[in-house]
């Protein structure tokens, strides 16, 4: 018990009463305020895309940013809140080799890639949708499949523009194209440029950076890319780098001559001194396999000299691409009608058939590496007579047909005066596994983002086109176990998004775009074959662009709010053609 002296104890009781009176009159304490915000993601596995393992924190959304990371079951309140059950909140995945940039234009919401938890598809891998002269929108609108559309743009940043002002579901953005800016001031010719040619050709990636583009990129394996020699190449480049750009290529063989296309690309770096990439590291046919044990070795030791190459893969042992892939380049100097035109003179055709039989040329021919007509499967061609043919081999069409593979081949691309959508069955599961495990991989689809409705059910497609990110997280990760489940986020959103310098993208913490992908690491999986590709992949939940929920309950919304993400030399205004 407590003992006071009387003077003591009065004064205790008169500050007691005082007190009293006090809080009587003041009133009860006020309620401390609570933050308000548009979203609320709770109860999730927090991922933030630097390669960090998960945390258990509520993630606060206002207008299209992350604005706080609460600790769970934190005071707050919002618009919309989403109980995550558990499951993973990453940043919304990017695909660094997006062919998009027509599916779009058909469908903005962008289906297939949006369901596996996309927010972000990069286009320019050799071509881009801009700049253009008259006479490539001409030719643009004439070899058009399809999917048609009247080409109201120019340049690339025109193009771009177009799209976010049509409405599309993910943010875009793109390369300039090699063989782009060639065709502009050059042609399809197989020539090679003054230097007057090569500095026009410079400034049109300069006005491209402006306009922000993330770098230059090629595909040296089709003509008119194939006609570039390293020179030119590396002037464009350099033109890039200047405002920070960088350079990604489809190199010039993933074959017989994969190493020293890759000795090309390392050369391109250390001249340009910035970040430059290999397109979908593979390599094409059985007897070229062991080179990507060595391909690897080469870009480890590159690094180590400290050139920044990285490379980009899809999930797939089969490549897709055109039937005139099987060609000879020299056949497409000039052009499409140019080819065309040889493959219907009897003393060339003999001569190109007697090349398709080679497989010493220096040229890629995919049939050979394909390894026989049976791994050579259509998937899209352009004129109704021929779609029938779409899901047969070219073993299956020349039996048909009772015409050798070489003469179906040529036969097919001029009928259906077009390249013929074609996969290739060229790699070893053994090296897709192997390209994933490096720490410098990110994934690029090298496909459309369709749908299995509308215009899409015209023509077939790779599976990779619906299921890419998913077979990584549910095959490779999950039951592979090639590397732990925030390593692979990691390669799909914060590498990318360092390697190409997009900034506030491809994070999750205060400050960045809210580009949210919710997925069950125990459930995300592919469904895509090569005979039934147009089928969803399943697992993601929720996703948000730009703090838009595009996806509910695994279903679209219908919203669009997708932007333009602009590359390092944006200047915020439409910059003046050269």
């Given at each position: 018990?407590?003992?006071?002296?009387?003077?003591?104890?009065?004064?205790?009781?008169?500050?007691?009463?005082?007190?009293?009176?006090?809080?009587?009159?003041?009133?009860?304490?006020?309620?401390?305020?609570?933050?308000?915000?548009?979203?609320?993601?709770?109860?999730?596995?927090?991922?933030?895309?630097?390669?960090?393992?998960?945390?258990?924190?509520?993630?606060?959304?206002?207008?299209?940013?992350?604005?706080?990371?609460?600790?769970?079951?934190?005071?707050?309140?919002?618009?919309?809140?989403?109980?995550?059950?558990?499951?993973?909140?990453?940043?919304?995945?990017?695909?660094?080799?997006?062919?998009?940039?027509?599916?779009?234009?058909?469908?903005?919401?962008?289906?297939?890639?949006?369901?596996?938890?996309?927010?972000?598809?990069?286009?320019?891998?050799?071509?881009?949708?801009?700049?253009?002269?008259?006479?490539?929108?001409?030719?643009?609108?004439?070899?058009?499949?399809?999917?048609?559309?009247?080409?109201?743009?120019?340049?690339?940043?025109?193009?771009?523009?177009?799209?976010?002002?049509?409405?599309?579901?993910?943010?875009?953005?793109?390369?300039?194209?090699?063989?782009?800016?060639?065709?502009?001031?050059?042609?399809?010719?197989?020539?090679?440029?003054?230097?007057?040619?090569?500095?026009?050709?410079?400034?049109?990636?300069?006005?491209?950076?402006?306009?922000?583009?993330?770098?230059?990129?090629?595909?040296?394996?089709?003509?008119?890319?194939?006609?570039?020699?390293?020179?030119?190449?590396?002037?464009?480049?350099?033109?890039?780098?200047?405002?920070?750009?960088?350079?990604?290529?489809?190199?010039?063989?993933?074959?017989?001559?994969?190493?020293?296309?890759?000795?090309?690309?390392?050369?391109?770096?250390?001249?340009?001194?910035?970040?430059?990439?290999?397109?979908?590291?593979k390599a094409a046919g059985q007897g070229n396999w062991p080179k990507m044990a060595q391909a690897i070795e080469r870009i480890d030791a590159a690094r180590g000299q400290g050139v920044d190459i990285a490379a980009n893969m899809y999930a797939y042992t089969a490549g897709a691409t055109g039937l005139d892939a099987s060609l000879p380049p020299w056949v497409q100097d000039g052009g499409h009608d140019a080819m065309i035109k040889r493959l219907k003179d009897p003393a060339?055709?003999?001569?190109?058939?007697?090349?398709?039989?080679?497989?010493?040329?220096?040229?890629?021919?995919?049939?050979?590496?394909?390894?026989?007509?049976?791994?050579?499967?259509?998937?899209?061609?352009?004129?109704?007579?021929?779609?029938?043919?779409?899901?047969?081999?070219?073993?299956?069409?020349?039996?048909?047909?009772?015409?050798?593979?070489?003469?179906?081949?040529?036969?097919?691309?001029?009928?259906?005066?077009?390249?013929?959508?074609?996969?290739?069955?060229?790699?070893?599961?053994?090296?897709?596994?192997?390209?994933?495990?490096?720490?410098?991989?990110?994934?690029?689809?090298?496909?459309?983002?369709?749908?299995?409705?509308?215009?899409?059910?015209?023509?077939?497609?790779?599976?990779?086109?619906?299921?890419?990110?998913?077979?990584?997280?549910?095959?490779?990760?999950?039951?592979?176990?090639?590397?732990?489940?925030?390593?692979?986020?990691?390669?799909?959103?914060?590498?990318?998004?360092?390697?190409?310098?997009?900034?506030?993208?491809?994070?999750?913490?205060?400050?960045?775009?809210?580009?949210?992908?919710?997925?069950?690491?125990?459930?995300?999986?592919?469904?895509?074959?090569?005979?039934?590709?147009?089928?969803?992949?399943?697992?993601?939940?929720?996703?948000?662009?730009?703090?838009?929920?595009?996806?509910?309950?695994?279903?679209?919304?219908?919203?669009?709010?997708?932007?333009?993400?602009?590359?390092?030399?944006?200047?915020?205004?439409?910059?003046?053609?050269?």
């Amino acid at each position: 018990m407590l003992h006071l002296k009387p003077v003591a104890a009065a004064a205790a009781l008169a500050v007691a009463l005082s007190t009293v009176m006090l809080s009587a009159c003041s009133g009860p304490e006020p309620a401390r305020e609570v933050a308000q915000y548009d979203l609320l993601i709770r109860n999730g596995q927090v991922f933030d895309g630097s390669g960090a393992p998960a945390r258990r924190v509520d993630v606060a959304v206002r207008g299209d940013r992350v604005v706080a990371l609460l600790a769970p079951g934190a005071p707050a309140k919002a618009t919309r809140e989403i109980d995550a059950h558990g499951h993973a909140v990453a940043p919304g995945f990017i695909n660094v080799l997006s062919w998009a940039t027509e599916s779009l234009i058909a469908d903005g919401r962008g289906q297939s890639d949006t369901r596996q938890g996309v927010t972000l598809e990069i286009f320019g891998e050799g071509w881009s949708m801009g700049p253009l002269t008259p006479a490539m929108k001409t030719e643009a609108v004439k070899q058009q499949g399809d999917i048609r559309y009247p080409i109201e743009w120019t340049t690339l940043g025109e193009y771009l523009d177009y799209l976010q002002h049509r409405g599309i579901t993910p943010n875009v953005a793109s390369f300039v194209g090699a063989a782009t800016v060639r065709i502009h001031e050059l042609g399809e010719a197989d020539v090679q440029p003054d230097a007057q040619q090569l500095a026009r050709m410079q400034d049109q990636v300069r006005l491209a950076m402006r306009e922000g583009a993330l770098g230059v990129g090629g595909s040296l394996i089709y003509p008119p890319g194939f006609y570039a020699r390293t020179d030119e190449l590396i002037a464009l480049s350099k033109a890039a780098a200047e405002s920070g750009g960088g350079y990604v290529a489809h190199m010039r063989s993933e074959a017989n001559g994969m190493l020293e296309a890759l000795d090309e690309t390392i050369a391109i770096g250390r001249a340009s001194g910035r970040h430059v990439e290999v397109y979908h590291l593979k390599a094409a046919g059985q007897g070229n396999w062991p080179k990507m044990a060595q391909a690897i070795e080469r870009i480890d030791a590159a690094r180590g000299q400290g050139v920044d190459i990285a490379a980009n893969m899809y999930a797939y042992t089969a490549g897709a691409t055109g039937l005139d892939a099987s060609l000879p380049p020299w056949v497409q100097d000039g052009g499409h009608d140019a080819m065309i035109k040889r493959l219907k003179d009897p003393a060339t055709r003999a001569r190109i058939i007697a090349e398709m039989k080679r497989s010493d040329g220096d040229w890629e021919n995919l049939r050979l590496q394909a390894g026989s007509p049976e791994r050579v499967l259509f998937i899209g061609f352009k004129s109704d007579k021929l779609k029938p043919l779409t899901g047969l081999t070219l073993a299956d069409v020349a039996k048909r047909r009772g015409t050798s593979p070489e003469d179906t081949a040529i036969d097919l691309i001029v009928e259906d005066d077009s390249r013929v959508d074609t996969a290739y069955f060229l790699m070893s599961e053994d090296n897709v596994a192997l390209g994933l495990r490096q720490p410098w991989v990110s994934l690029g689809s090298d496909a459309e983002s369709s749908a299995p409705e509308g215009v899409f059910l015209k023509s077939s497609t790779h599976p990779r086109a619906y299921g890419n990110v998913a077979r990584f997280l549910g095959h490779y990760v999950r039951e592979q176990k090639l590397m732990p489940l925030e390593q692979a986020i990691f390669r799909l959103t914060g590498l990318p998004a360092r390697n190409w310098k997009l900034k506030d993208r491809g994070c999750l913490a205060v400050g960045c775009f809210a580009d949210i992908a919710v997925f069950d690491p125990a459930a995300i999986a592919d469904h895509s074959t090569y005979d039934k590709p147009q089928q969803y992949a399943t697992g993601v939940s929720d996703v948000f662009v730009n703090g838009v929920q595009v996806l509910g309950g695994g279903e679209h919304t219908g919203a669009k709010p997708g932007r333009v993400v602009r590359g390092p030399g944006w200047k915020g205004t439409a910059p003046a053609q050269p």
